[in-house]
């Protein structure tokens, strides 16, 4: 499963049950998630209580790779649109 998750648009006081939909949907699943925007990451890595991954690699400057036990989760700064096609 492949999840492009942009939460900036989503009210705070769902992002809580959005999140938890998620991890209850796919729980025998391991993730990819697409974050946009190091807040947006935080707060989502946050809410699934993660906080300690392993670099998998670098796609493009600053779009890097993370992984942990239930996910690989791709991280891209807000600031600049997507360019590039991940492979």
């Known amino acids: 499963n492949v999840i492009h998750l942009d939460i900036s648009a989503i009210a705070d006081s769902h992002k809580e049950k959005l999140v938890d939909d998620i991890m209850k949907n796919t729980e025998s699943q391991k993730l990819l998630l697409i974050i946009e925007g190091g807040a947006t990451a935080f707060e989502?890595?946050?809410?699934?209580?993660?906080?300690?991954?392993?670099?998998?690699?670098?796609?493009?400057?600053?779009?890097?790779?993370?992984?942990?036990?239930?996910?690989?989760?791709?991280?891209?700064?807000?600031?600049?649109?997507?360019?590039?096609?991940?492979?």
């Not at 779009?63 to 492979?87: C, D, H, M």
Request: charged share 15%; proline share 7%; glycine share 6%.
């Open 44 to 87: 989502t890595l946050k809410q699934l209580g993660w906080s300690s991954f392993n670099v998998v690699r670098e796609h493009f400057p600053g779009v890097v790779e993370l992984s942990n036990n239930q996910a690989n989760i791709i991280l891209k700064p807000g600031s600049y649109p997507w360019e590039f096609t991940l492979r």
